[in-house]
């Protein structure tokens, strides 16, 4: 296409996405409509040079590097061919200038647009996430599977359903992963780490492909079918060539369980199946007992001459048997184990600490430590011993399996054992006289596992997904074994470098961390190389630096400019001091601080024409820097906010006024995806739409994966678009509040003095419960609290709803004299809940002096229900107003709950550095609200009033 046929295709775009011709959502069309009417604008001009040459270059230039079409035709060196919608992009960054000047409008800009590439697993492969265990054939963009980092990562794209040729690989420890001759694997060899070794050793900087990443590269599963194995030299036994690393301890969330993890852990292991007795080696039972005591148990030693001892747990008189039972019994049976002993699946996706804890009650009773530090532990339930290895994978530790006949009873019969290696840094057991036979490191052998068969099987239905996660390995089969996936982005800033030569172009291409980075590095060499263009170029690949350097040149010999393409993570912590024009960052999503974002922004201020992009797909974590940057794209976008330097892509479905999509509308599924019926087939998403209409439990995960919806944290109990809605239906202010005469309840949530404290005041009128918030922290405390948990603390303190105190933790004064300044106001305040365990000793007798009903409330989950149920059903209902505070959405963004026997419910936080204290604070003064309110009335009820 020539060159001055492209500012024709971006304005037609522009134009048919508002007259409706082309479908696009709101966000899209509100881009459109600016776009359309700065053309009108006196002081803007649209020039084409800069756009025309760059989707020249990147439709000129760049090929494919790997991947293949929906119809299965491999993509590799065919060029890149930029939709309408890509070039309105380049347009829009590129075209704008303000007339008579050589300053470009757009200096920001945010991409909000899912992207697709990767290789193939087997749709029956099974995916380790969050939620437990699922078929690659269920996993789709938006949903979160583990890293090999041990992190939840979120899915960014999928394939299509591929029917290439399949493999089997099996491993050392018995895994088997069915995968695509064509899938990626990150390996390590023999030689590859002695290579890696000697490289650091003696700072050689030879020609190796090895010398990075400590020995680790990629591979696919043909490259390694022909030399997998091979006879020893010494004839004695086959050597295995390649490893794959074990993965880090898995994320898990922490879990409210019911028994505590080291009991289960002990009770498994020699605990009596129906009852809540422990066998116990006599040289180990007071150490025992003294465990067993710290996680809250009775314990009652009972000796034997002719047997063993053993410990009864929370055993009671025989009195209150039939009333209350013994505790741990009760519990055992409601997890289902009592008479089935087994590891539920709630435990193995637990914490890693209390997976921990359960690692050691079972290692403490069945487990051993040899003299050479080798672990085992020997169980003759088979199903336990498979869990109990599937405990080890998620921990990060290998293991094999073995079987053997044993004498029991005087009857043979099946034992298994289960060995495996940890050293005293992951001690694996409680009990003394087994923990010093630990090694105090492990070899980094242990830390990887061969593959040890490949064999070619019958052709099946396969597919890949992309994870936006630095290391590009998700977790597989129930072992936890590492695979990959890929990704890149480079084409624009190559384009933008060489356009803006002779300014002297730096570029910096950057992402969350290194690896992820250089999948445009690679994408970018990977294009020289095919062009045969690499011989012109500086290309620097090492432990420092990663970068692509050009010095132009007239046919004269002159100068022509010089381009420098720097690839490198985010570290705000260690970078400073940088210079440049242009730069990416990518998956913004994946940055957990804004300074790993402003770092790079604040390095082109000398630059007239500097251009910082911000690329990502939507998440689940609405408290994120990703989805705030999106939420101003949409604001400037539509004009709310006035930045005429920012531009917006914004890709999704359209949501009411309540947060609702028309998920099954076919309209909807093309507003979110500008490439349907292109690279996105139309009946994929209509399946998803319907299996969300008839699962409930699906319909969150596909808003997310499927139509581009910011939801709240996968495990948040709260629909926070709900939450706005019903709150954005009142304006009453402070003022007006305090002067309807409204009988006002306070709560507090104190547990923390160090950390954020909260406030709060509960009042109901004319039908609407109104929550009047403020939270309080140490200022010390901010601004580690507002970039290490990104928690907006300055915002809300400029916004009036939060305090900071000089103290090194919250002044309990500050507190007592919010409810004060409320009173004084005009608040009529009846009373103020609080749990007297936590600063009561200080915060009770300053409420009181200051003429306060104070309340003692204990935070027992059965009396926080009724709070809780009833701000929940406020929220469903539309009727609770908060003042439209950030800090209270923010806090009620992250509650988790879990739902207990009559409709009780306990809640939590989503992750552990997030923050409710503003929600929990409101729960308090709702329930002394509802309780007050209920005396009165049995009052009137007594009198007979109405």
Not at 296 to 317: M, P, Q, T, Y
Not at 583 to 603: G, L, M, S
């Amino acid at each position: 296409m020539r060159a001055k046929h492209y500012k024709e295709i971006a304005i037609k775009y522009a134009k048919d996405v508002v007259s409706g011709i082309k479908i696009a959502g709101a966000d899209v069309i509100n881009a459109c409509r600016r776009f359309l009417e700065d053309l009108k604008r006196p002081e803007l001009e649209l020039r084409t040079k800069e756009p025309d040459a760059a989707v020249t270059i990147m439709e000129g230039i760049f090929v494919h590097r790997k991947g293949e079409a929906l119809d299965g035709t491999p993509l590799l060196g065919k060029p890149f061919k930029l939709e309408p919608w890509e070039t309105f992009i380049v347009y829009n960054l590129l075209g704008f200038y303000y007339k008579g000047t050589n300053e470009r409008r757009f200096k920001e800009a945010l991409i909000f647009i899912p992207r697709k590439n990767g290789k193939a697993l087997s749709l029956d492969t099974e995916i380790a996430t969050p939620d437990g265990f699922k078929f690659m054939q269920d996993i789709h963009p938006g949903d979160f599977v583990f890293g090999a980092d041990g992190q939840a990562s979120e899915v960014i794209c999928e394939s299509e359903i591929f029917h290439k040729e399949m493999y089997l690989v099996e491993f050392e420890d018995g895994t088997q992963i069915k995968a695509s001759g064509d899938h990626i694997w990150t390996v390590q060899t023999k030689n590859s780490r002695r290579t890696f070794k000697r490289v650091i050793t003696f700072e050689n900087k030879a020609k190796s492909q090895f010398h990075k990443n400590g020995g680790w590269f990629d591979t696919t599963t043909t490259e390694m079918l022909e030399d997998f194995a091979h006879t020893r030299p010494d004839g004695k036994g086959v050597e295995y060539k390649y490893r794959v690393p074990m993965a880090a301890p898995v994320e898990y969330s922490e879990k409210i369980l019911p028994v505590d993890p080291y009991t289960l852990g002990v009770w498994l292991g020699d605990g009596t199946s129906s009852n809540t007795t422990v066998t116990c080696d006599e040289k180990d039972i007071t150490e025992m007992v003294e465990h067993l005591t710290a996680c809250g148990h009775a314990c009652k030693v009972n000796r034997f001459k002719k047997r063993a001892s053993n410990i009864a747990l929370d055993i009671i008189e025989k009195k209150y048997t039939r009333t209350l039972g013994n505790p741990l019994r009760n519990a055992l049976k409601e997890i289902g184990v009592l008479n089935n002993k087994h590891i539920p699946e709630l435990y193995l996706h637990s914490s890693i600490k209390q997976r921990m804890e359960l690692l050691r009650g079972l290692m403490d009773t069945d487990g051993f430590c040899s003299k050479r530090g080798q672990c085992e532990f020997s169980q003759k339930n088979e199903k336990l011993v498979d869990e109990f290895r599937e405990l080890l994978a998620s921990l990060g530790i290998k293991s094999s399996k073995r079987q053997k006949t044993i004498m029991c009873n005087g009857k043979r019969c099946r034992s298994f054992s289960v060995l495996f290696y940890c050293d005293k840094t992951n001690n694996c057991f409680k009990l003394k006289r087994k923990s010093e036979r630990l090694k105090d490191h492990l070899s980094e052998r242990m830390k990887a596992k061969s593959i040890v068969n490949i064999t070619k099987i019958p052709t099946e239905p396969s597919k890949c997904i992309m994870i936006d996660n630095p290391s590009h390995l998700y977790l597989a089969t129930k072992s936890y074994t590492a695979t990959h996936n890929t990704s890149f982005i480079a084409a624009l800033s190559f384009a933008v470098a060489i356009i803006q030569r002779r300014s002297g172009s730096t570029i910096y291409v950057v992402a969350a961390a290194l690896k992820q980075a250089l999948e445009s590095f690679n994408f970018l060499v990977f294009t020289l190389k095919y062009k045969k263009l690499i011989g012109d170029f500086v290309v620097k690949d090492n432990s420092f630096e990663h970068s692509i350097k050009y010095e132009f040149k007239t046919p004269d010999g002159r100068p022509d400019g010089t381009i420098e393409i720097q690839i490198m993570a985010s570290n705000p912590d260690a970078q400073d001091s940088f210079n440049c024009n242009f730069a990416i960052a990518d998956e913004v999503a994946a940055y957990k601080k804004p300074a790993q974002y402003n770092r790079f922004k604040e390095a082109m201020q000398a630059y007239t024409n500097k251009l910082m992009v911000g690329i990502t797909t939507a998440g689940d974590n609405v408290n994120s820097f990703g989805y705030h940057r999106m939420e101003y794209g949409v604001k400037v976008a539509a004009g709310i906010v006035k930045d005429d330097a920012f531009f917006a892509f914004i890709a999704r479905a359209d949501q009411d006024d309540k947060g609702n999509v028309d998920y099954t509308n076919p309209i909807q599924h093309q507003k979110a995806n500008p490439n349907y019926g292109v690279t996105i087939r139309p009946n994929d998403i209509m399946n998803d739409a319907l299996q969300a209409q008839n699962d409930p439990q699906q319909r969150k995960d596909f808003l997310s994966r499927r139509l581009n919806i910011y939801t709240a944290a996968l495990k948040a109990w709260f629909d926070i678009d709900k939450l706005k809605a019903s709150d954005r239906k009142y304006s009453w202010t402070l003022e007006q509040l305090s002067k309807l005469g409204i009988n006002w309840y306070g709560g507090a949530d104190l547990s923390r003095l160090h950390d954020l404290t909260a406030a709060a005041l509960y009042g109901q009128y004319q039908g609407v419960e109104i929550v009047i918030t403020h939270g309080f922290c140490p200022v010390a405390m901010a601004v580690e609290k507002a970039e290490k948990d990104q928690i907006p603390l300055f915002g809300w303190q400029e916004d009036g709803w939060l305090t900071m105190s000089n103290t090194p933790t919250v002044n309990i004064s500050d507190i007592v004299n919010w409810f004060i300044a409320m009173r004084k106001m005009g608040f009529k305040i009846r009373q103020v809940g609080h749990d007297r365990k936590f600063a009561g000793e200080e915060y009770f007798p300053a409420m009181k002096a200051a003429g306060f009903n104070i309340i003692d409330q204990p935070q027992y989950y059965y009396l926080k229900s009724q709070g809780f149920r009833h701000i929940e059903k406020a929220i469903n209902d539309g009727t609770l107003y908060y003042l439209h505070s950030d800090a209270y959405e923010y806090c009620v963004a992250n509650v988790a709950a879990v739902e207990k026997t009559d409709d009780a419910v306990q809640y939590e936080k989503t992750q552990p550095d997030m923050r409710i204290d503003l929600f929990d604070a409101s729960v308090f003064a709702c329930i002394r609200c509802l309780q007050d309110g209920e005396k009165s009335k049995k009052g009137r009820d007594w009198w007979g009033e109405e």
